[in-house]
């Protein structure tokens, strides 16, 4: 039944059905009051042309004049086939009338009453049937533009996610590069952590939502990495608020606030420097936010990455309007504030 039932034709079938059934009913019976079922097998012969009317509209009508903009010739055409239709249809009512039947005759004759009535079935019956043809396109035509924009939208991020890991990878290269040549005992703490980072931007960051807690422990690690390249001169203050258990996100976006934080804020920066971090778990929405001084570099050039462009970008992809992305810089301090729903 169920490879039946995906089958194209039994659908049309079942209209067939359906609609003449209901005109067999509700415009001869209810109308006529006719009872023999002689008659209603004679009918049959007038539901062929209709078809054809019907799908000579889907497939060459349509298509080759609608769909091209060639409206003029289109309702041209429509009424020609609809003319030849009706005229169809009175050749059968005269055809029945000249065997004798005593039903076809009270309305066989080419009147203009008759006439008129039977184009504007044959209208109506192309208006049904078109509504219900355009609107089938248009769906199919949503959900192949739906799945185009998915494959469009993990594509655009897979590539802003390798935009955001090498500077990160080469920076911390060169402090276990140092670590090394001077055998200090965080080496391995450092290849761990590292390990780490890597595992979860290689296997767990290609899913479409991950787990805040995964993101934070993400995140953790990160700035511990950063505090040896920064040593005592580096404060972080993180603050968690809100329960984050069960709550997802995309991921790899946060670190780049966070990344972007330390390749610019603190470049050349030699004095004290304290970052500060909040994360908040509220109605449904994720609050983040990240302070940190402005490098003399950053402040005199005003050179920033690509990151927070990115990051934009894919907020954009993700979640159209339905978050606030706001950045602050009074070259003093640099704020970035984001909402989003989780």
């Not at 059934?21 to 509700?26: I, T």
Request: with cysteine.
């Amino acid at each position: 039944m169920y490879t039946l039932f995906k089958k194209r034709w039994l659908y049309h079938v079942i209209f067939w059905v359906c609609y003449y059934s209901w005109y067999c009913y509700f415009i001869i019976y209810t109308t006529y009051q006719i009872k023999s079922p002689v008659f209603y097998f004679q009918i049959m012969l007038f539901f062929p042309f209709d078809i054809c009317l019907v799908y000579f509209n889907f497939y060459v009508l349509i298509p080759r004049f609608l769909k091209t903009k060639k409206y003029i010739a289109y309702t041209c055409l429509v009424f020609a086939a609809v003319f030849i239709d009706a005229c169809v249809d009175a050749s059968i009512r005269q055809f029945y009338a000249h065997l004798g039947s005593q039903l076809f005759p009270k309305t066989a004759f080419f009147n203009l009453a008759s006439f008129s009535g039977a184009m504007a079935a044959r209208f109506y019956l192309l208006g049904l049937t078109s509504a219900i043809h355009l609107a089938k396109e248009w769906i199919e035509n949503q959900k192949l533009q739906s799945e185009r924009e998915k494959i469009y939208l993990q594509t655009e991020l897979n590539f802003l996610k390798t935009q955001i890991n090498p500077h990160f990878f080469f920076n911390t290269l060169n402090n276990l590069y140092s670590l090394a040549l001077n055998r200090s005992e965080q080496t391995p703490d450092v290849i761990l952590k590292l390990s780490h980072l890597m595992s979860y931007m290689l296997y767990e960051s290609n899913e479409a939502r991950v787990s805040l807690e995964k993101e934070v422990n993400y995140l953790q690690n990160y700035m511990d990495l950063e505090k040896l390249r920064f040593g005592q001169r580096l404060t972080i203050h993180f603050e968690i608020e809100g329960n984050m258990e069960g709550v997802l996100i995309p991921p790899m976006i946060l670190i780049l606030f966070v990344e972007n934080c330390f390749k610019h804020g603190l470049k050349d920066n030699i004095d004290q420097v304290r970052v500060g971090i909040e994360l908040k778990v509220q109605l449904g929405y994720l609050f983040f936010s990240i302070k940190n001084p402005v490098s003399s570099y950053i402040a005199s050039t005003g050179v920033s990455g690509i990151g927070l462009k990115n990051v934009r970008r894919r907020l954009d992809l993700l979640f159209q309007t339905n978050y606030e992305l706001i950045i602050a810089d009074d070259k003093q301090e640099y704020a970035v504030s984001l909402k989003m729903p989780v």
